[in-house]
Nanobody, 119 residues
Framework: QVRLVESGGGLVQTGGSLRLSCAAS????????LGWFRQAPGKGREFVAA????????DYADSVKGRFTISRDNGKNTVYLQMNSLKPEDTAVYYC????????????WGQGTQVTVSS
């Protein structure tokens, strides 16, 4: 079983920064791709960023490229999302997720953490 717990959300002004963390507990976490997704009010969940198991490959949504950085510490089973130059449109609940090593789908999800960017 995999459990994911996000932290680090909060209220920040436009142009500010936040660092989200996601602590994972699971035997397969270090071998899995980890991702961040977000869901704004009234909208569907959207991909934000992902990082491969060894951290060597990352992927970002166009809307966050150059502003957000995903990283991971496999020794701590934790994935991070450094968010800089935040905009009001970044306001959302942010979720971390772990891709299944067999299914290759994001099978495991955290409960989410709220990020609110004020204008």
């Amino acid at each position: 079983q995999v459990r994911l717990v996000e932290s680090g959300g909060g209220l920040v002004q436009t142009g500010g920064s936040l660092r989200l963390s996601c602590a994972a507990s699971g035997r397969t976490t270090s071998r899995s791709t980890l991702g961040w997704f977000r869901q704004a009010p009234g909208k569907g969940r959207e991909f934000v960023a992902a990082i491969s198991s060894n951290g060597g490959t990352t992927d970002y949504a166009d809307s966050v490229k150059g502003r957000f950085t995903i990283s991971r510490d496999n020794g701590k089973n934790t994935v991070y999302l450094q968010m800089n130059s935040l905009k009001p449109e970044d306001t959302a609940v942010y979720y971390c997720a772990q891709r299944g090593v067999v299914t290759m789908n994001y099978d495991y999800w955290g409960q989410g953490t709220q990020v609110t960017v004020s204008s």
